[in-house]
């Protein structure tokens, strides 16, 4: 059922606004570069994701799942993480770049101009009317066509963030389930937002919410033009003269030339922030955490595009940090009417689980990234294109998120998956060659051993779970090519929850960043560490 739109009058400030419908009829279909892709199918099962919070993320080291954050304040962990889980929203999918976080201006933090902190400029919010699928583009500029399908959580506040492509992305047609009246608005950074009107129920469910959408196709590629820096100064949020001049001395610092033109300088700034190396060894503290990773030219996404928005600003040019729950990165506004620029700086993670991407096709932009792609980036841009794996987890992925059941013989049920211990893909079992009538030879035991746990955790947060595999509990012979499994183990069940799954490296050290299901029960749990071994090593387990 399509979505009743009407005016409401005296509507309070604080509530979302006005959606409009051009009563135009939804298409059944879109076309993008060949692929013919179908509406989401309300009554189909949804896809798989979070729904969206009315509950704010922290503002520091990611997004949740489902959340926005208001401000964003820079951290020192600058090494490159685990494999992460994106929630893909649209068709053509977009991964990693679904907007849910936009910040475009600076703002003064608890140390002062040492401490810039990224916020939303002007929260005021206006009306996203539905414009109707045949409406016509507002100007000259090619655009294409997205799909989105999400669901809404409105069980802890009627205001919800919704996903977006662009910042000037248009609304063509939006349907839910169940039929509801939402009004839908955005603020001055662009964040889109859903409204539940205020004479609607509570449902006691999400609702699902499918939308047609679309994007310039400029945003995502192309030329930039060789005008003045200041010809976009008006556009350029204010900034704490301190702030400023400390800034435009790190910009010169770093190779960005005094006085060139926009071209020039958002070419060098990108070269330096491309060319940051995920590292353990965070940046020196100074006291001043924002020229120290500008200087240092360590961390990752959210790092990078942290210090860039605010060398953007020190300069006079309008840019965005913008962030979901797996990748961050910046937009840039061009003259002439040519509105934003979307920027990748890298620094992804290590891999990046892409749910929701089954038979999506990617969206591939239409004009080329001709911004400068150092060494530093393309290793982090690899990483980043392997990890995009969502469309068919490995078989062995599948239970990440379910409870397993205990193995035979395991008093706790928790010292391995369903199956039993498995060596790793590709390696033989001990014993298990053809015609072999040897009885298998011992495996090396293993000791598995955990650095500093968090002791809390909460649910749609993600827990950091590092530590190193050593053969026979020597100190230096870390042990490579482990599979590593890490759950939740309840004391009142002798089942497990499996969080995911991680890889050591050549020195045996293993780190990952797992998802706390946002429907755990609240309680008390064991963390459980375990590798089932492989040819030569056995089963080792760490709680």
Same mark, same amino acid.
């Given at each position: 059922?399509? #979505?009743?739109? =009407?005016?409401?009058? $005296? ?105 810039? #902190? ?23 500029? *090619? ?22 492509? *662009? ?23 662009? $964040? ?14 999400? @609702? ?8 310039? &196709? ?29 800034? %435009? ?30 590292? &353990? ?28 928005? @605010? ?20 937009? @840039? ?33 239409? =004009? ?59 390696? *033989? ?13 011992? %495996? ?26 050593? %053969?026979?509990? &020597? ?8 599979? @590593?499994?890490? &759950? ?27 998802? #706390? ?27």
């Amino acid at each position: 059922m399509p #979505v009743l739109h =009407e005016h409401v009058p $005296n509507i309070e400030p604080d509530e979302a606004i006005l959606t409009v419908s051009a009563g135009r009829a939804d298409p059944a279909a879109i076309e993008q570069d060949g692929d013919v892709l179908l509406a989401p199918d309300l009554e189909a099962p949804a896809l798989d994701q979070p729904p969206m919070l009315a509950e704010p993320g922290d503002g520091e080291l990611g997004e949740g799942p489902g959340q926005r954050s208001p401000t964003f304040t820079p951290d020192r962990i600058t090494d490159l993480e685990g494999q992460l889980d994106y929630y893909e929203t649209f068709r053509p999918m977009i991964a990693p770049f679904k907007r849910v976080t936009s910040l475009d201006a600076t703002a003064l933090g608890a140390q002062g101009a040492r401490l810039p #902190v990224l916020v939303i400029g002007d929260t005021r919010k206006t009306p996203v009317p539905i414009e109707g699928a045949d409406s016509a583009p507002p100007d000259g500029r *090619a655009r294409d066509r997205f799909w989105g399908d999400a669901s809404l959580d409105f069980r802890r506040g009627r205001t919800l963030p919704l996903p977006s492509v *662009a910042p000037e992305s248009r609304l063509l047609s939006v349907k839910t389930e169940p039929s509801v009246k939402l009004w839908i608005a955005r603020d001055g950074a662009d $964040n889109f937002y859903v409204t539940l009107d205020r004479t609607e129920p509570i449902p006691g469910e999400p @609702v699902r919410i499918a939308f047609l959408t679309d994007a310039p &196709s400029s945003y995502f590629g192309g030329d930039i033009p060789a005008v003045a820096v200041e010809t976009l100064a008006r556009d350029a949020p204010p900034l704490d003269a301190e702030l400023r001049r400390r800034g %435009r001395a790190l910009a010169r610092e770093i190779g960005v030339p005094e006085g060139a033109d926009l071209r020039a300088t958002l070419h060098a700034l990108t070269a330096h922030f491309r060319a940051f190396e995920e590292s &353990s060894e965070p940046p020196r503290d100074t006291g001043d955490i924002y020229a120290d990773l500008v200087r240092a030219k360590k961390g990752v996404c959210r790092h990078r595009a942290y210090g860039f928005v @605010v060398t953007a600003h020190a300069l006079g040019i309008p840019a965005r940090f913008v962030q979901n729950e797996a990748h961050s990165f910046v937009e @840039v506004k061009l003259p002439a009417g040519l509105g934003y620029r979307r920027i990748d700086l890298g620094g992804a993670a290590q891999g990046l689980r892409a749910h929701g991407a089954e038979d999506a096709p990617l969206y591939e932009p239409k =004009e080329p990234d001709l911004l400068p792609r150092p060494a530093a980036y393309e290793e982090s841009y690899s990483h980043l294109g392997r990890g995009v794996t969502g469309v068919e987890k490995p078989a062995d992925e599948q239970l990440e998120g379910r409870w397993l059941p205990p193995a035979e013989g395991d008093p706790n049920g928790a010292v391995s998956s369903a199956a039993g211990p498995r060596p790793l893909t590709g390696q *033989a079992q001990p014993g298990a060659a053809a015609g072999q009538d040897e009885p298998p030879k011992p %495996r090396t035991p293993l000791a598995i051993a955990l650095d500093d746990l968090q002791t809390r955790v909460w649910r749609g947060k993600r827990l950091e779970v590092a530590g190193r595999i050593t %053969r026979g509990g &020597s100190a230096t012979a870390g042990v490579s090519g482990l599979r @590593v499994e890490v &759950s939740f183990a309840a004391e009142a069940r002798r089942d497990r929850l499996l969080l995911g799954i991680a890889v050591t490296g050549d020195d045996g050290r293993f780190k990952g960043s797992f998802g #706390v299901p946002t429907d755990l029960e609240l309680g008390d749990y064991r963390l459980v560490v375990l590798t089932p071994g492989d040819a030569e090593h056995a089963p080792a387990m760490a709680e």
